[in-house]
C-alpha cells in the first residue's frame, strides 16, 4: 500500500495450481461460424445485434458478459432451441455450426453437438451408470459401442469408482463431470457449455477443466463456454465479450490485456460519487485515448495509463477522501471486461 493506495491485479486471474498456457494449435477451419445475427423478443426487447464471430475447430472460446448481455439467447440460438427474430430489413443471418444452420436443419446440428446446460439435466434418482446408458440409448448407442462410450466417459470423469452411485450423492462437481460425459458420448463435434462453473468450488473449477482438455485433446471438440468467470476465460483461446447484445471484442484472452497498455487504476466509491469521480479522474490528465479513458464500470472508475503507480498516487492525493479504495497495477483480462462492457 502506498497511502491510501492499493496495488493489486498485477498477476493473471489463474485457477491456482493450474497453470496458464498459451492457445492451443488449431485449425483453421471454423467450427462455429456466427455472422450479422440480431434477435427481438416480443415487444421489442432486443436481445442480439450484428453478433459476428468464429470459433476454429479444436479450439476453446469463452463468451463473456454482463447479466444481459445476450449470452443465453445466443446459447439458445446456437443450440437449435430458439429461432432468431429479426426486424424488417435488418439483415440476414449466417450461422453454422459444423457447417450447418441450427434453424434450418436442427436434427443435423443436433447430430454433432453436445451441451451442458446451466441447470443440471441429471436424473438423481438413477446411478451414475444409468444416467450415461440412457443418454447413450438417446443416441442408438448400442452393443459394443455402447459399453465402450461408458466405460470411456466414466474414465476420463474420473467416476469409475461412482459408478454405481446414485447421482443425487454426488457433489456438485461430480455432477457437473457427469453432465459433461453425457453430453460428450456421441463425441460431438461441438460442446456448448453453459455457466459449467456455477456453484463449483475452484478444486471441482479445475478438474471440470481437465476433463475439457482431455476431450480436446482426444476428439478435437471444440468447446464455446458462457462464464462470468475470468479466470475461466483466462484458460481459453479465445474470448468473445459481449455488451448489450453487441461483440465488443473478440480476441486472445493476451491480446485484449494488451489492449490496456500500460497499466490501470480501479476508483471504488459510493456508487451515486462514481460519476463525479469518474469526471474529476479525467480532468487529471490534459488528453485521454478513447479506449483508456475513465469509465464507470460495474461499481468501480476504472482508467488505463501509462505509468499507473503514479497516477494511482496522484488520484488518491486528491480525491481520498471521496473514495474507499485507489488500486493499480497491470490490466488482467478482469480490467478489460470492466471497460468494454462500461454504464457510460
Known sequence: ???GVVVSGSELAEL??????GPTSVTEAAAVRVSGLSHAYAGGVQALRDVAFDVPAGSACAVVG???????????????QLRPRVAEGSGHADVSLHGENPWQSPAAVRRHLGVVFQHP?????????????????????T?????????TALESSGLRER???????LSGGMKRRLEIAKATLHRPAVLLLDEPDTGLDVRALREVWDQLDALRRQHGTTTLIATHRMDLAERCDRVVVLSRGRVAACDTPAGLRGS??????????DADR?????????????????????KVAHGVVIASVEDPAAFAVEVDRTLGAETHRVAFGRATLEDVFLALTAED
Open 66 to 80: 454482463p447479466n444481459g448481455s445476450g449470452k443465453t439467447t445466443l446459447f439458445s440460438i446456437l443450440s437449435t
Open 143 to 151: 452393443g459394443d459401442t455402447l459399453r465402450e462410450r461408458i466405460e
Open 121 to 141: 439435466s441429471l436424473d438423481i434418482k438413477l446411478t451414475v451408470e444409468e444416467n450415461l446408458r440412457y443418454q447413450a440409448k438417446l443416441y442408438g448407442l
Open 260 to 269: 490496456l497498455p500500460g497499466g490501470v487504476v480501479r476508483v471504488e466509491a
Open 16 to 21: 491456482p495450481g493450474v497453470d496458464v498456457v
Open 1 to 3: 500500500m502506498v497511502g
Open 163 to 169: 459408478r454405481r452411485d446414485r447421482a443425487e450423492r
Open 274 to 294: 462514481l460519476p463525479t469521480i469518474r469526471d474529476a479522474v479525467e480532468r487529471l490528465r490534459p488528453t485521454w485515448a478513447d479506449e483508456a479513458k475513465p
